[in-house]
């Protein structure tokens, strides 16, 4: 178990595949002053990833996996894991699942944020499903990352209102608005265990 004794704060990595606006809210919230966590690495499978502009701008380190083999991508991840002293894995919006063997390898907590209220929704396309099955709610879910797709523990959930009026754009921005609240929470909820 790590502890939190004095100034000693969390490395944590975040993985991203897209526009990283959950990693940007993240980054931001380290920053704060009495922020427990550093975020050391930003690691993405997508050269051209929007949310990579956040690692130069905030300068994180920054680290591209070619995943044409995914055990080759794989090592390479431990590796870096293992050079930046990485304690805790964030995922916001990494479209890669990762293998038992490197969450086993990994051997700390990964969590990650999907757009739905989990169990409902697994995978992708979550909002459009939820609008099909007419839903009244959806949201998003903070959860521990397990060998099992999105089947990990929940951490913390919220919940958002399905309006006649949203289609699948407008749902996924009201969803993410309210990701960016959940994250930092639950992000602090597991950091207070470790
Ligand atoms: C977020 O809505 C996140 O929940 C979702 O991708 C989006 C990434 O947005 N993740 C998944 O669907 C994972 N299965 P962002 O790049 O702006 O943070």
Redesign the pocket.
């Given at each position: 178990m790590l502890r939190l004794i004095g100034i000693k704060k969390i490395n944590i990595a975040v993985f991203?595949s897209?526009?990283?606006?959950?990693?940007k809210n993240l980054i931001i919230d380290s920053l704060k002053k009495r922020s427990k966590y550093n975020i050391k690495l930003v690691i993405s499978n997508n050269t051209t990833a929007k949310?990579l502009k956040y690692a130069r701008k905030f300068k994180i380190k920054k680290k591209i996996i070619n995943y044409l083999n995914k055990k080759n991508a794989e090592k390479t991840i431990l590796i870096e894991l293992k050079k930046n002293k990485i304690d805790l894995i964030c995922l916001?919006?990494f479209?890669k699942i990762l293998s038992k063997n490197l969450i086993k390898k990994f051997g700390k907590q990964i969590i990650?944020?999907?757009?739905s209220l989990l169990p409902k929704y697994k995978g992708?396309d979550?909002h459009q499903r939820a609008l099909n099955d007419k839903q009244k709610y959806s949201g998003?879910t903070v959860h521990y990352v397990n060998s099992r797709l999105?089947s990990g523990k929940i951490i913390l959930q919220k919940k958002v209102r399905i309006f006649k009026t949203d289609n699948s754009r407008k749902l996924?921005k009201k969803?993410?608005k309210q990701?960016h609240i959940l994250y930092p929470k639950a992000l602090k909820k597991v950091l207070v265990n470790l």
């Open positions: 991203i897209g526009n990283g606006s959950n990693f949310g916001a919006g479209m990650n944020i999907h757009p992708l979550t998003c999105d996924a969803i993410l990701e």
